[in-house]
């Protein structure tokens, strides 16, 4: 493909949001049907995570920003605002690339301050989306993480891990290693509509084997459960039986989060798609962003037995859902971040 037209000095109507963070250029290509690349060099790599937020880890690294799994619950939609694109079909389709994320990052693992933290990928959005496939950050940020000694957890829905297993099956012979899936969806029909990005669920089924042959333990975030959609009990068991023969060592339930500029992308989905559930989702949602506690414990008390019914473990901390009075989104929104 020709690159002429897309160096730093053409005007290729990048929004202001852009230009501030040290955009390279704009990149289309064929093979990414309708999905643009912002590649950006980045000024940190870490990003602290604020206390107020208790999460179970202090520091992340985040390759990309937008996703072209296109979730259309996506908690992270928020943060593309920042850049002046909208949180809706820009978060889909303008993905942002650090395209120097692992030498930055290998430059602030080497300061003595840093005190090997467990390093928490895949936070805000996914590491392995379809843009892995082209940019190949994560075996650069993998690579780096270990060499300095440094822990690390991924959280990720994209089969793009695969080629990554021998790498982090040696750096689990350094440094503690956790892996998580995200696989909330069971019904091909239901995933089409609201994770029409996303690798299938039995290519996810597929990836939970492969991590477990390659000698990993496999965490599963079935989650966000979504009301109306995938809380049914028979779709939790069927879900959970077919995660456990793929060999999943534990897992973690819990419900959708409709947190800021997500609410509005969700509901006008709904709105088209199931608007018979419209009105119980502005019940359920009524006071927040979070699900009220009698359908949590609801739910608790539905996935409880099929988790032990399958020999699931509970979650682990790493993986383990924020406090219902927290926000669950990464506070990435800071410029300094790049």
Known sequence: MRWAGQGI???DGALPGLQRIG???????PQFDGITFHEVMCKSALNKVPAASMLPFRYTVNGYRGCSHACRY????PTHEYLEFDPGRDFDTQVVVKTNVAEVLRRELRRPSWTRETVALGTNTDPYQRAEGRYALMPGIISALTDFGTPFSILTKGTLLRRDLPLLTEAARRVHVSVAVSLAVGDADVHSRVEPGTPSPQARLALIAAIRDA????HVMVAPVLPGLTDSEEHLDDLLSRIATAGATSVTVFGLHLRGSTRGWFMD????THPDLVGEYRRLYRR????PLDYRTMLQRRAAPLIAKYGLAPDRRSFREAPQSQPVVQQDLQPALF
């Open 9 to 11: 000095g053409v005007d």
């Open 74 to 77: 996506c908690f992270a939609r």
């Open 269 to 272: 989905w709904l709105a088209q």
């Open 288 to 291: 927040g962003a979070y699900l």
């Open 23 to 29: 955009l390279i250029r704009s990149v289309r290509t």
């Open 215 to 218: 000698g990993l333990d496999c």
